[in-house]
């Protein structure tokens, strides 16, 4: 933009005062990923392009094959970033979904039942700070197998906060919905379905949520030490190359990791959003 | 009674606190509802209203106590008693057609599904919302919510509505639209319904009945008051009732002395911590006055058997003749306690005797019954033998009757005043009273100054012994169980000796519980023959067999005082209720608008109850149902005024608030 005289000011032309609100409202993106682009650029120019690439560098880089076709196959590990990323995507479904069902059965199961729910609380509260690679020994152990093991890190990742908030959702339904509940006397079944489902689901998707972002960190890490293929594979195969591009497309690889994270976390955010409707 | 609908029987509602310790929220809650009536339930916040609704549908279970309906006792919720809660308590994620219908088909699942889901048609529409069956509650205004949580409750046709501040948060216009909807359906349906609020005319508009809660902790029931509107009801007119300002009044002045006692109470405590440690807990001696008669039995028992030692008490009874002498020296802090007649502490308080209102209290009635009305040796002569007899004398009379009282105001002369009243003959054209000393009525009578005397039975049979006169009436002929002698102290005095009064208390009831025991009726006659009590008078007095000197010796056993057995000891409000229209009917104060008030914090039959647990006696409660005289009229405590009108020359004196003496300020006994 020119800079403004006083009077420009108080007539703009038709057309830039169209275009000004969205201007406006995407300065703070355009300057501020702009500044830290440009940050970048003279870290990697200090340091060197060989230790850090710069953005251009990466773009430059990766451009063939990585970026121009993500769905390249040329047989074995060698595969498009698309294909890795939907490689790790299906684990993460398979591991997350397990996760899903069991845990808000278990969930379910402390919140409505006080006895169990307060004796197995402090097993749960141990458990749960468990950080993911640890189990991946032992899950390598048990199962012999890389990727049933990765899994598997993913669903024993997952299932504590949807467990948790499925428990407190239900210990924590307003006692005006139970008092009603107790005067027109609903049966078990009527209870559950009419008031502890609809009540409980704002919580349970908290803890989906939640568990989402840890199952895909856990996915990346699983994948990086052992495993056939996945953004994981991908990252550490890249590092262990170690060619001219190798840093590019690690860097790549990074971006994409962080592009599908926030995509899962909004996608279940919007699940939530359509069934908890009326909401509190 | 059978007939109620509802019966809450003595709850008493107790939450343990997290620091261990115990709030008792309700204490010793009567109450019955007819069905089809409307009661509002009133009071302070944190008095409990709420928790006695959630009692009544079964949310909560009392600690003691219990809640009929229909003969059969409420143990848990159920949609026979559904409750509109204070916060309409929808479910969110179901639309006002589906929560409605959650209710129904939960409730009704004998019927059809058609049948169902018209009854849900007709309450949508009861309500006028069917514009907004599919809407979900979020989308509603709060008076919306309202008419969706009071469809919901009725479209299960509940045979109790129990409303929780039911339009506490709406806008003045909403709650009157929806007020006079819920009483038109309410009227339609013929439910029984409670409603707990705060606001005075919603009460009034929609209710049968208000009752009034006192203040918790140990909140009970103040005051009932019926509200005799015509129905159906419309709030303009209701407002221009002429009885709708004296019932609005009269709740408001409730809520007023409510908040006033919160206000003395918090008060009070903050005085009595800080003063404690000055305040000697056991003062050197007692001295408790009397005046003998054998109302005194339980303060000689006690003394004689040790009682007041073994309570480390050290006790000097200080023996008066004449009641004035006695009052003086209470009001002059000289004595700690004394024995009075049972009208004295609210005279005390309303300073009847012309002097200024005194701060008393009384924790226990020491005696009931035990007075006879005597009359000269010569009326018998003339025929007179009854009530209606003695008026056509007294009627024809030039002079009037010469009758002598112990005390001006005594229990004894609104006793024989009342009974004078029924027979057509007033107290105060017809009959001269004079203020004798209770030693002396004897020699009066003999010198022919008056014709008669009320006074304890000792005495009378004293007279009837001497063959100086007769006996017309006894106090069974009045009222069978009245008050006769109550303790009475300073409320300051009570406040920095709670321990020193319980200890009193307790030993006079253990004393009481042997005057009343036959088996030591002999014992109990040569103690009080002693000199000191009644001297060898008391043997006589003592017998069974009243002798009334009439000629026939009365067959029926006569009791005597009644010192211990059936609720003696209870520092019943309501007795005082019945005083204070006595104290109004012959013109001597104004009926206190603020009598609950004053009654709390004169009878204070919580220091009886701990009195009593201490001397191993189950606490007592007073009855809260009206109570009938010997003329057959019954008393309600809630409606005295209705009482006082009804009577022979009840006067309907002014109805003001009076100022009650404050217990801490300048009381000689405190200071002392």
Known sequence: MTALTPESRSRPPAKLRRLQPALRSSMPYLICIGGFLIAWQIVSMVLGVARLPGPINVIVETWDPYISQPFFDDGGTSKGLGWQILISLQRVTMGYGLAAVVGIAIGGVLGLNRFIGKGLDPVIQVLRTVPPLAWFPISLMVFQDANTSAIFVIFITAIWPIIINTAVGIREIPQDYTNVARVLRLRKGAYIRNIVIPATVPYVFTGLRISVGLAWLAIVAAEMLKADGGIGYFIWDAYNAGGDSSSSQIILAILYV??????????VAYGGKLVAKGGN | MGSAFLTVDDITQVFPLTDGGRYVALKDIDLEIAEGEFIALIGHSGCGKSTLLNLMAGLTQASSGGILMNGRQITDPGPDR???????????????RQNIALAVNNVMRQASEAERRERVEQNIQRVGLTHAAEKLPAE???GMKQRVAIARALAIE???????????????????????????????????????????????????RVVCLTNGPEAGIGQILKVNLPRPRQRLEVMEHPDYYRLRSELIGFLQQQRRLKQRTARATTVATT?????????????VGYLPGLDIAPLAVALERGFFSEAQLSVLPVSFHRWQQLEEKLRAGELDLAITSATTPLALNLGL??????SA?????????GNALCLARRFQDLDVRDLNSLAERVKGREWPLRLAVGQKGSMQELLVRHWLGQGGIHPDRDVNFQILSPMAMQAALLAGEIDGFIAGRYRVAKAVEAGLGYVIATDLDVWSGHPEKVLTCHAAWAENHGETLLGFCAALMRAAQICDDGGE???????????????????LALERQFNLGNGEVSSKRMPLNRYHSDRAHVANVAEGSWILTQFSRWGWSVFPSNRVELLSSVYRNDLCNQALERAGFTALRPDRHPFALADGRHFDQDDPLAYLSELPFGVTSAVEPVTLPTPAATSPVAAR
């Open chain 2, 140 to 142: 509603l205004s709060g």
């Open chain 2, 158 to 208: 509940p045979k109790l509505l129990l409303l929780d501040e039911p339009f506490g948060a709406l806008d003045a216009l909403t709650r009157g639209n929806l007020q006079q909807q819920l009483m038109q359906i309410c009227q339609q349906a013929g439910v029984t319904t409670v409603m707990v609020t705060h606001d005075v005319d919603e009460a009034l508009l929609l209710s049968d």
């Open chain 1, 258 to 267: 962080g592009v599908v994270g926030l995509a899962l976390d909004r996608l």
């Open chain 2, 353 to 358: 005797d012309g002097q200024p209102a005194w």
């Open chain 2, 361 to 369: 209290i009384t924790p226990m009635t020491v005696t009931r019954n």
């Open chain 2, 521 to 539: 009726h002999n014992r109990l006659v040569g103690l009080l023959s002693q000199a000191q009590w009644l001297g060898s008078g008391a043997a």
């Open chain 2, 275 to 287: 003063a404690q440690p000055q305040a000697p807990q056991f003062p050197k001696r007692l001295r």
């Open chain 2, 82 to 96: 559904m409750v509109v809660f204070q916060n309409y308590s929808l479910l969110p994620w179901q639309t006002v």
